[in-house]
T-cell receptor, first 111, second 113 residues
Framework: DAGITQSPRYKITETGRQVTLMCHQT?????MFWYRQDLGHGLRLIYY???????DKGEVPDGYVVSRSKTENFPLTLESATRSQTSVYFC??????????FGPGTRLTVL | GNSVTQMEGPVTLSEEAFLTINCTYT??????LFWYVQYPGEGLQLLLK?????DKGSNKGFEATYRKETTSFHLEKGSVQVSDSAVYFC????????????FGSGTKLNVKP
């Protein structure tokens, strides 16, 4: 499928478990981002990447890890999930000039 | 630093009413400005954008003008429809090496028939 996809779309997990959210884009965009969306906070940037193997922390990186070994993939890992990480997670990609395309989101519930 | 402030919602309008959603920004340099729309259960979609001062972005009857003097990018539509009900996000990109985007908190629009 062309575009940007996220998997899974829905995930329920328990406190303390490791969870990985996947993001894949087919445009070969250099830039990729992970956001979380919570009521009252809008979208907050977790991590971003300018290219394969180049990543940096955003506004709310604690408890998350990212990697980018290939341009098209940008997985987000919650090393030990907490209830406060219950949220909707959006992946996005962008080329130059900036024009962000968003994935459909992953709704994560941590019990 | 960079930030975006937009009006609190929800905004409730009757069909065919005029819409304004206010957005102001703080940025270093000359950012690009965007409006994104999010329909229920979906991701964000680009609605319109403007890349320099005095540019007007437009799409689907929506318009916004990049006002550098007032650091604003207000969204307007002359006649809203029920199908416009969604959450609207104002955003900027600072043209940094990472093309980072900064979003406002979103404004929910409810349009009643």
């Amino acid at each position: 499928d062309a575009g940007i996809t996220q998997s899974p779309r829905y995930k329920i997990t328990e406190t303390g478990r490791q969870v990985t959210l996947m993001c894949h884009q087919t445009w070969s965009h250099s830039y990729m981002f992970w956001y979380r969306q919570d009521l009252g906070h809008g979208l907050r940037l977790i991590y971003y990447s300018a290219a394969a193997d180049i990543t940096d922390k955003g506004e709310v990186p604690d408890g998350y890890v990212v990697s980018r070994s290939k341009t098209e993939n940008f997985p987000l890992t919650l090393e030990s999930a907490t209830r406060s990480q219950t949220s909707v997670y959006f992946c996005a990609s962008s080329a130059d000039p900036p024009f962000a395309f968003f994935g459909p989101g992953t709704r994560l519930t941590v019990l | 630093g960079n930030s975006v402030t937009q009006m609190e919602g929800p905004v409730t309008l009757s069909e065919e009413a005029f819409l304004t959603i206010n957005c102001t920004y703080t940025a270093t340099g000359y950012p690009s400005l965007f409006w994104y729309v999010q329909y229920p259960g979906e991701g964000l979609q680009l609605l319109l954008k403007a890349t320099k001062a005095d540019d007007k972005g437009s799409n689907k009857g929506f318009e916004a003008t990049y006002r550098k003097e007032t650091t604003s990018f207000h969204l307007e539509k002359g006649s809203v429809q029920v199908s416009d009900s969604a959450v609207y996000f104002c955003a900027l990109s600072d043209h940094s090496g990472f093309n980072k985007f900064y979003f406002g908190s979103g404004t929910k629009l409810n349009v009643k028939p």
